[in-house]
Each structure stands twice: as structure tokens, then as C-alpha cells.
């Protein structure tokens, strides 16, 4: 099965995405992870994958596509996928379906993973002290926030229309979420 994991920063996908990957024993594809490995070494590529990072920005379409094609060569994506964090515009979307479609597969599902604004606020600044991330200060919050609902929240009427989206109320304690997310996968 390959499922969409869409949510604004904050909204817990990280935390859900770990539980759901052991549930349906399918590999977690986060972009946001490889691209924080590429911004890790030392290259022109790291400096430039960085820039964008730090300032909240996404990264290009086409250097995402290719790091995300990259992994489903590998023979554990047989048994599916996880997307977290990607696609994140609506070229992506595109992009992944094309790619999907030469191979005779498709997205399956989306999870949208919905919690208000503030208190996403309230939880990247605490991810900012725990885990020491960069782009968790406040002004980068920000302009996630505002990348997220230009770019990103459009894919949900996208695959709305598809018939392909399961919205789930992210404003619970994470328990509670993973068990609507388990109740909407296992109708699959
Ligand atoms: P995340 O860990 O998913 O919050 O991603 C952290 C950062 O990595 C984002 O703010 C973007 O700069 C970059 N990033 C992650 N996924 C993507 C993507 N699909 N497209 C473009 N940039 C991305």
C-alpha cells in the first residue's frame, strides 16, 4: 500500500508516521529526513540543500523527485511506502502519480492530519528546545506555516477529488489519532 502522509509542521506526523510504518510493515519515506542527511555532509549540494532548510523554504521539485525515485529503486518499497512530507506542491503530486503510473502503481491514500494553528505554534517551539532543530525558531515557523497553507494545502482538494482522502483530527492525544488513522487504513 502507498499512503500520503499530509500536515502542517507540528501537526505529529513524525510520531504517527513511526507507529503506522511498524502497523502496515511498509518503509517511511520522509523527505525531510533525507534532505536534513544531504544538509548533514559537506558538499556544495549540502550548502545549497541547507539554504533552503533554514529558511523554511521548500526545496526544488526536481532535486526532491529525484532523491524520493532514488529510494523506491529499493527493493523493501515493493511492499509499498509511506510518504512523509512529500509531495509537498502540487508539482510534486504530479510528479509522483506520473512516476507511480509507469510502473503500474498509485497513491492508495492520503491521511490528512489537521490541528489549528496555534497550537502547532506552541508545539514546534518545544520541538525547538528538544530536538535543537534550526528551522523550529519562530520567525521559521512562520514562513512554514505560510509555505504550508500556499503550497501544500491545495494537495488536499487534489486528492479529495481523487476520492483518496481520509481526514483525521490531529487535535487528540496521539493514542487516540493513531487509532482513527489504524480504523481508516484497515478499510482500505
Ligand atoms: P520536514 O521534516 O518534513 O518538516 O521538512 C523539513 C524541511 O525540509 C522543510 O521545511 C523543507 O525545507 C524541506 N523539505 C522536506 N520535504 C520537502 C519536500 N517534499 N519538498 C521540498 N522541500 C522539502
Same mark, same amino acid.
Given at each position: 500500500?502507498?499512503?500520503?502522509?499530509?500536515?502542517?509542521?507540528?501537526?505529529?506526523?513524525?510520531?504517527?508516521?513511526?507507529?503506522?510504518?511498524?502497523?502496515?510493515?511498509?518503509?517511511?519515506?520522509?523527505?525531510?529526513?533525507?534532505?536534513?542527511?544531504?544538509?548533514?555532509?559537506?558538499?556544495?549540494?549540502? !550548502?545549497?540543500?541547507? $539554504?533552503?532548510?533554514? %529558511? /523554511?523554504? &521548500?526545496?526544488?521539485?526536481?532535486?526532491?523527485?529525484? =532523491?524520493?525515485? @532514488? !529510494?523506491?529503486?529499493? $527493493?523493501?518499497?515493493? %511492499? /509499498?511506502? &509511506?510518504?512523509?512530507?512529500?509531495?509537498?506542491?502540487? =508539482?510534486?503530486? @504530479?510528479?509522483?502519480?506520473?512516476?507511480?503510473?509507469?510502473? /503500474?502503481?498509485?497513491?492508495?491514500?492520503?491521511?490528512?492530519?489537521?490541528?489549528?494553528?496555534?497550537?502547532?505554534?506552541?508545539?514546534?517551539?518545544?520541538?525547538?528546545?528538544?530536538?535543537?532543530?534550526?528551522?523550529?525558531?519562530?520567525?521559521?515557523?512562520?514562513?512554514?506555516?505560510?509555505?504550508?497553507?500556499?503550497?501544500?494545502?491545495?494537495?488536499?482538494?487534489?486528492?479529495?477529488?481523487?476520492?483518496?482522502?481520509?481526514?483525521?483530527?490531529?487535535?487528540?492525544?496521539?493514542?487516540?489519532?493513531?487509532?482513527?488513522?489504524?480504523?481508516?487504513?484497515?478499510?482500505?
Amino acid at each position: 500500500m502507498r499512503i500520503v502522509f499530509i500536515g502542517p509542521p507540528g501537526a505529529g506526523k513524525g510520531t504517527q508516521c513511526k507507529r503506522l510504518v511498524e502497523f502496515l510493515k511498509i518503509p517511511h519515506l520522509s523527505t525531510g529526513e533525507m534532505l536534513r542527511a544531504v544538509k548533514s555532509e559537506d558538499t556544495a549540494l549540502s !550548502r545549497w540543500v541547507a $539554504s533552503y532548510i533554514d %529558511a /523554511g523554504r &521548500l526545496a526544488p521539485d526536481h532535486l526532491v523527485m529525484r =532523491i524520493v525515485e @532514488q !529510494r523506491l529503486k529499493q $527493493s523493501d518499497c515493493l %511492499a /509499498g511506502a &509511506l510518504f512523509d512530507g512529500f509531495p509537498r506542491t502540487m =508539482i510534486q503530486a @504530479q510528479l509522483l502519480d506520473d512516476h507511480l503510473a509507469e510502473n /503500474g502503481l498509485k497513491v492508495d491514500m492520503v491521511l490528512e492530519l489537521a490541528v489549528v494553528e496555534d497550537v502547532l505554534i506552541d508545539r514546534l517551539l518545544k520541538r525547538a528546545v528538544s530536538e535543537g532543530r534550526l528551522d523550529d525558531n519562530r520567525e521559521t515557523i512562520h514562513e512554514r506555516m505560510r509555505v504550508y497553507s500556499t503550497q501544500t494545502a491545495p494537495l488536499v482538494e487534489y486528492y479529495a477529488k481523487q476520492g483518496k482522502l481520509a481526514v483525521i483530527d490531529g487535535m487528540q492525544d496521539a493514542e487516540a489519532v493513531f487509532h482513527q488513522i489504524q480504523q481508516r487504513v484497515t478499510q482500505v
